[in-house]
């Protein structure tokens, strides 16, 4: 992946840096921009570890289109997968290089959204008895869906927002209004709530680990960073492997993007700096 970086970066037929504002220039730029896309389709394909497992037949005529006719709305893009499947590590990835590029992204967890249920867990102990009573905390119902539209809905059109911030200490408390958010021009929005309202996105992308990984890494992060004993973290797990078929599987084949959660993040970085010097790599 660096070759072709620093090939595009060397190239001396640079295109000229185009009018947006004009349709006639999106257009050009679009047929670049799916070349490019090919180009890094192809490239990684033949990669020892391919980031991308698959690529929904319409995404790249429908996404150009998006770009063509509706120029001025940020762009959001939705990250899903199952627990441990790594979408929260490949978005501190694209958090990191954010930073490191200056690229206009923001990032949106959908966990924060999760309904305050600090009552329900005052009434049964815990969030384990919650659980165990029946409490499906993953479903749409588990969720503050209304809010988290509302708000996409806000950042996409160009206002910035604040929102809501889930406490993961046990207590089940949602703080309203809590997490500022700029509208920058890409929205990364992250978690398995972005499963249930998937239609707001301009890019689905889902994460897939296999599942012996994604338990792997499941039990070692609830033992040693939750502090919860492994009869309890096994059984979470149990949880965790049912509601993924209810609410996850039906939903991975209408996402545009597959990407392997396995895949080295070195590599991953480097396909993000393509991206970032394809889209502003033109002459003055």
Known sequence: MKILIDKEINNNNKFLKLDMSQKSSRELYVVYLQAK???LLEHDKLSSS????KVKSDFIQRFSQRLI???NKKILI???GASASGKSTICNTIHLVSDKLNLPISI???DNYFKDISELIKKYGNFDNLRDNGYDIDSPEGFQLEV???DLEDISMGNDILSPKYLPNGTGVSVPKAIPVQSKKIIVVEGTAALYIKDLFDINIFIETDEDKRKERFLSRAVTERNQDLENALKHWAYIIEAGKKYI???ISATDLILDGNSDLEYFTQILEYIHTITNNFRD
């Open 37 to 39: 896309f090919r180009q």
């Open 50 to 53: 391919p980031v991308i497992k």
């Open 69 to 71: 006719n509706n120029p």
């Open 78 to 80: 939705g990250i899903s």
């Open 108 to 110: 949106v967890s959908t």
């Open 148 to 150: 988290l539209k509302k």
């Open 249 to 251: 599987n039906p939903s």
